[in-house]
């Protein structure tokens, strides 16, 4: 590291660090704890894999992401982290750039996010060799679960003890306290009492009695995720989820959301980031309404990526509704990232649809009749505390498919069609696409799963027998479904338009038809993206998007060309086109 470089390091650093502990720790303090950190940031920095030093674009076009547990893909003849990386050398490696791995260290409870050890991988997923291996032809994306830790790992049974690392990682109070304006997501007790050596102490727990949140007001705790994010760039991690990171910083007093001070720890963590890989990426999942979500790209100095959680519900809404509206609401309030940045598009996860970035979109009746609608399709709806005696809708727990299975307007018919056409949808969008892998093949509502484990989530966290899919056999419905989106997941990498931070524009074709216009970085191509959002064919006429008459224009997804600027075309239901400027 050169003299300059490790000078504006130590600014940065010290200066995140008096914002974060000026009313914790004196000046002095403030300062030993700047060169400890200093100090291990450039010792470690010689231990990095090569392939996560080099130098390059961090995201682009070509940049998709896939999701999935460690075990979704059950492989009898490998290892699950094995079996990840099979299924994506075999069918995806042409379509995949980044795979993220949701928590695959052992755990208690919360399918992965309660953490007993962040340094370890659990036994039976693989070791760490194996996420190396990956590393080398796949980006990969880890959670950090940087709020909360199990109340069975060893630091938490130190805690109780008194004695040995982490014993003071742990928010505890002596008593417990009104906590009424907190917000959170879960209606479980927030403050709950263990029995210690040192007598009861009421522990903080954001989202269950097993997982305990941290301290970061004591230093100590947020050196030790330092040294986290380290390990996990030595293992070839280079893109970091910080879960649940809005709820880190506790002031008494306050909904304890989305603090300042949250903010310049994601901050410093940008900065250790940034002098530590050039392919490193951090993305802050914050499950909240959009004003406060858009909050954490900062000065283009917090997250790299920003998950986009309005999209969601609003995306599979509108398309239900067969109107347009929505969602044009949405992309024309999305304000476009700046270079360094980007949001993360998805539309399912591990998790349900999220209803409080709906909010700020849909009203209350609205919201329940998106709700009504899912459970008729077979959902369920999962609540958060709000400090009242009837606890709000949260999230709905559904896969995509069979929350496209019927309309609003009961149309059954047609749900592959929506599927294949959501899709469609966030791929054209500004941003980075991520696919969560049960939507690659529309997989169906695991009932047994959520039976055996009464968690509403688990209807959509099922296991996938690939062996039992045969993916070269268009006329299976799985299989079908998955080479539908591949084939548009490959036109998208060939479009510089399609560029996360390339132009994005909202059209106003009414209420059956959505459309944005992407133009590229340099300006020589411009992609029309348009969806019929309806069971029924709709006409568009050409002259309404204004198409330049000297270029040739077509559709990139049924490669018709376009003879006639002044024509009208035809859209069959859910349809949609891409049309473009610039030829291949």
Not at 321 to 349: C, H, R, V, W
Request: proline share 4%; charged share 20%; net charge negative.
């Amino acid at each position: 590291m050169s003299d300059s470089k490790k000078l504006d390091l130590e600014k940065r650093v010290l200066q995140h660090l008096n914002r974060i502990y000026a009313d914790v720790l004196d000046k002095k303090n403030i300062k030993q704890l700047s060169s400890s950190l200093l100090e291990h940031v450039i010792e470690t920095q010689n231990d990095m894999p090569l392939h996560i030093t080099e130098d390059g674009e961090s995201w682009s076009q070509n940049t998709i992401v896939m999701i999935t547990y460690a075990d979704t893909i059950e492989d009898t003849n490998s290892l699950p982290i094995n079996s990840i990386n099979k299924f994506l050398e075999t069918y995806c490696s042409d379509t995949f750039e980044i795979v993220h791995i949701l928590p695959f260290f052992p755990s208690s409870s919360d399918k992965g996010f309660s953490v007993k050890d962040y340094y370890s991988v659990y036994h039976q997923f693989g070791q760490w060799n194996d996420i190396l291996r990956i590393s080398k032809k796949f980006g990969v994306m880890a959670d950090v679960v940087i709020n909360h830790g199990s109340s069975e790992s060893l630091w938490f049974k130190n805690f109780i003890k008194g004695e040995g690392k982490g014993s003071d990682y742990f928010l505890n109070f002596d008593e417990p306290f009104d906590t009424s304006k907190v917000v959170r997501p879960r209606t479980s007790d927030l403050l709950n009492p263990v029995k210690t050596t040192n007598g009861i102490k009421y522990v903080w727990c954001t989202f269950s009695k097993d997982q305990v949140d941290y301290n970061f007001s004591n230093p100590v705790v947020l050196f030790e995720f330092v040294q986290i994010i380290i390990f996990y760039l030595a293992k070839g991690i280079t893109v970091f989820r910080f879960d649940a990171v809005a709820f880190i910083w506790k002031k008494i007093g306050t909904s304890c959301i989305n603090l300042e001070k949250t903010h310049e720890i994601v901050r410093l963590f940008r900065t250790l980031l940034t002098y530590l890989s050039p392919k490193a990426i951090l993305v802050t999942e914050t499950n909240t309404p959009a004003r406060e979500n858009v909050s954490y790209f900062g000065n283009a100095n917090e997250a790299h990526w920003i998950y986009n959680f309005s999209l969601p519900p609003i995306l599979i809404y509108s398309i239900l509704a067969g109107d347009s509206s929505y969602l044009e609401k949405l992309t024309m309030s999305m304000p476009p990232s700046q270079l360094g940045t980007s949001y993360l598009n998805f539309i399912a996860s591990h998790d349900g649809i999220g209803l409080r970035p709906a909010e700020t979109f849909l009203t209350k009746d609205e919201v329940t009749r998106f709700i009504n609608l899912m459970e008729q399709n077979g959902g369920r709806v999962s609540y958060r505390s709000n400090n009242t005696d009837t606890p709000e809708p949260y999230e709905i727990n559904i896969t995509l498919f069979d929350a496209m299975k019927e309309s609003f307007n009961k149309e059954v018919n047609l749900c592959v069609e929506r599927f294949i056409c959501i899709h469609a949808i966030m791929l054209s969008l500004e941003g980075v696409p991520a696919f969560y892998i049960h939507s690659l093949f529309g997989t169906r509502n695991d009932y047994a799963l959520y039976k055996q484990t009464n968690q509403n989530r688990a209807l959509n966290r099922g296991k996938i027998k690939i062996s039992e899919i045969d993916l070269s056999n268009e006329s299976e419905p799985q299989s079908y479904i998955f080479l539908q989106l591949k084939k548009l997941m490959l036109i998208r990498k060939k479009q510089p338009a399609f560029h996360p931070n390339a132009v994005q524009f909202t059209l106003h074709l009414g209420s059956n038809l959505y459309g944005i216009w992407r133009q590229s970085l340099d300006k020589k191509q411009s992609i029309f993206c348009i969806s019929n959002l309806t069971d029924e064919v709709v006409n568009l006429s050409l002259l309404d998007l204004n198409l330049i008459g000297f270029d040739h224009w077509r559709d990139i997804i049924s490669e018709i060309e376009i003879d006639d600027i002044t024509s009208e075309i035809e859209f069959r239901p859910y349809q949609t086109m891409w049309l473009t400027n610039l030829q291949d």
